[in-house]
């Protein structure tokens, strides 16, 4: 069954941990994306990749980090240095080419107590 | 760096009316222009799409255009049902996949 795959649904994080999201496509896809999604300001780039080791700053990398080692696999850091990581987080996938559709897992909502 | 606003942030419409949604870009380098759909709870899924080629493109009851010289880009929904109630985004490609901050439509009936 192909498709993008992100885990976990829910995720608690105590402030001043670290918290890894994992996301993972079988479709075969070149470029993956990390997006911040918070009520009333859209899907907002955090990280963006075209190709195995190699990934470049979206609009709002500050405080997260990301690793792009397999082709399959895409997972993005919330690091303690995030001043607010509570959010709903998506992460896309297109192929070859950013001018295709991208298509979304279904979102890792983070939750700092 | 590429800008997408997108307006209105609420729309509101009786069941049948259409409703349109209007997008702006910065970068004149943008050539490709996804609309996506996001219902309560799930996760974006794309609707329509249209390249920098193309003015107008249609299908079913949706259409977008595109107005490159005013970088300006619409989706229009004509005969709205209450299922068309979601989150909608548009969005702007050069290297990156930029979106707006959406519009959340309502359809009464």
């Known amino acids: 069954d192909g498709g993008i795959t992100q885990s976990p649904k829910y995720l608690f994080r105590k402030e001043g941990q670290n918290v890894t999201l994992s996301c993972e496509q079988n479709?075969?896809?070149?470029?993956m994306y990390w997006y911040r999604q918070d009520p009333g300001q859209g899907l907002r780039l955090i990280y963006y990749s075209q190709i195995v080791n190699d990934f470049q700053k979206g609009d709002i990398a500050e405080g997260y980090s990301v690793s792009r080692e397999k082709k399959e696999s895409f997972p993005l850091t919330v690091t303690s240095a995030q001043k607010n990581p509570t959010a709903f987080y998506l992460c896309a996938s297109s192929a070859t080419g950013i001018n295709t559709e991208a298509f979304f897992g279904q979102g890792t909502r983070l939750t700092v107590v | 760096g590429e800008n997408v606003e997108q307006h209105p942030s609420t729309l509101s419409v009786q069941e049948g009316d259409s409703a349109v949604i209007k997008c702006t870009y910065s970068?004149?380098?943008?050539?490709?222009f996804p609309w996506y759909k996001q219902e309560l709870g799930k996760r974006p899924q794309l609707i329509i799409d249209i390249r920098s080629n193309v003015g107008e493109k249609k299908d079913q009851r949706i259409a977008v255009t595109l107005n490159k010289t005013a970088k300006h880009f619409s989706l229009h929904i004509t005969e709205t049902q209450p299922e068309d109630s979601a989150v909608y985004f548009c969005a702007a490609s050069t290297d990156k996949l930029i979106f707006g901050t959406g519009t959340r439509l309502q359809v009464f009936p």
């Open positions: 479709l075969n896809h070149d470029a």
């Open positions: 970068d004149s380098a943008s050539n490709y």
